[in-house]
């Protein structure tokens, strides 16, 4: 299994971070049919070959996520796509 494990550091407010989040999962789940919700702070997602979770903290966003072996074969794809949205909603 291939690990992705990204830090993202961000100035925006705690309610405007969850917010951002809440939108990248709705788009990942209507296009990808990712599954997802929150444990606290953490919006927990899935689906066949990803399994990970997204971790707010006060003035990051941390994305870690376990791929299978198709997904694996593009993590260096899927880890750019994952910086170029967290540059792109957490400034």
């Known amino acids: 299994m291939a690990t992705i494990d990204i830090r993202h550091t961000h100035s925006l407010a705690p309610d405007q971070a969850r917010q951002a989040v809440q939108h990248i999962a709705d788009t990942l789940a209507q296009r990808f049919g990712v ?4 444990q606290g702070d953490s919006l927990m997602f899935n689906r066949s070959g990803v399994d990970g979770r997204v971790h707010l903290e006060p003035d990051a966003v941390r994305v870690t996520a376990e791929l299978g072996f198709l997904l694996g074969a593009m993590k260096g794809t899927i880890e750019s796509e994952i910086r170029r949205v967290l540059a792109e909603r957490f400034r």
């Open 35 to 38: 599954e997802h919700g929150w």
